[in-house]
């Protein structure tokens, strides 16, 4: 199919701009009531107010007659002289694109510094997250940490397990033999507020606990050898993080043996953003995002997992029955559509690209398949290059909106052959009840007003 046979569609941009510092406020202080639907009220009112003033703001309808005006009047960039180099030492990005911004859920959690903000998906390209953009889980605030006195130690959990204790200045990690690999990062908890039903109206929110980088650093294994550590004993290790949260997790020692596991400072090509970890955080692909410790200060090798409070209260599967699932920590392959998902406004009928995410924590995704009519028909999506291992892929199609209502979902597969489950598939296993690890494929729907809307199919 070709984009010249239809008249190509434009599209309002999803408004996210919506809710004021002041909103966010009233949210909070009566979320505590029935949060969910206090949730999903408080956008849907923020939405009715303000979406449309903001959507108008940003079309510059080309005149039918008389010419236009941007094209045959100079503009002052094309006459004038520009700015110098370096008038920003670090440079950010256009004005033109300040509504670009990681925002927090309003009503999601007591206080600010335990919280979270969620990458804006829907305005993002290719598969990188801009480090400025990269989503945020701090449980007890983020740091700005000096690097001179920052240190990582390894010790064992008794004399055994290794030869030697050591303690590494962040300069000498920076000497050693390092890897730089590209990976996703997704929260366990990411899509948890929709386990129930739909909470929030676009994929900022439902998906946005997710994104990917560059990482720089030392695979963790080369530092176990350093120390000398006795692997047949040595099973599981215990990373801990220098922030107040005592965030500790258990990882398996063979996660670690397979070269995977690194101990980074480095975030596309450049040093770690404190609110990602700096100077020194774990990459543990594949592994929902708890166990990348941020503030990396200890790595303890020991012999049996340690069932640490963010491992025995926190981030333990919910199943029915009453059944508890702990150490559930591969992120199972998933995908979102991004372009049109919630919250945007398609403006003709005509050709759309529908363009998205698709991840797996087990390998590479292999095929992504669109449905653009509830799920009764699939097509296979291009992927776009590269396609690396836990890493996110970037996918899309050509679609022709024919105006009318209709469902777009995404279904990604990965090459262990797994299959992102639908609502059904999933909660007939998992139940609603959880808050971890929902996988379940997206649906959005189009409106005939062109207005996209999350839902979900039973
Ligand atoms: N030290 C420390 N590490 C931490 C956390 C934390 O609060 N403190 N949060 C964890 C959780 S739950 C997630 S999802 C990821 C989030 O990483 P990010 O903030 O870089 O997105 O960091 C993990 N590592
Ligand atoms: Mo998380």
Redesign the pocket.
Known sequence: MSSQDHPSGRLIKAPENFISPEGVRTVFAEAKAGRRNFVRGAFAAALAGAAVPSALAQANPVPTEGGDPNILELPAHSKGLGQAVATDGYGKPSKYESNVQRRPSPGLTQTTQASVSFAPLQSLFGIVTPSGL???????GWWDVDPSKHRLMINGSDDKMLKKPLVFTVDEIMRLPSVSRFHF?E??ANTGMEWGNVAVPTCQYTHG?L?CSEFTGVPLKILLDMAGVDYKRGRYVLAE???G?S?TRTVPMELIESGEVFVAYGQNGEMLRP???YPL?LVVPGV???S????LRRIEVGDQPYGAKDEAVHYIDLMPGGQHRQYSSTQECKSVITTPSGGQVLLDNGFFQISGLAWSGRGKVKRVDISVDGGQNWKTARLQDPVMSKCLTRFSVDWVWDGKPTIVQSRAMDETGYVQPNYKQLRAVRGTRSIYHNNAIQSWLVQESGEVKNVQLS
């Open positions: 990269h989503f945020e889980r701090h449980h007890q990062i929260c366990g606990m994104s993080g220098a922030d949260s965030m609110e990602n970890g955080r929902q995002g708890v990348w410790v941020k503030y």
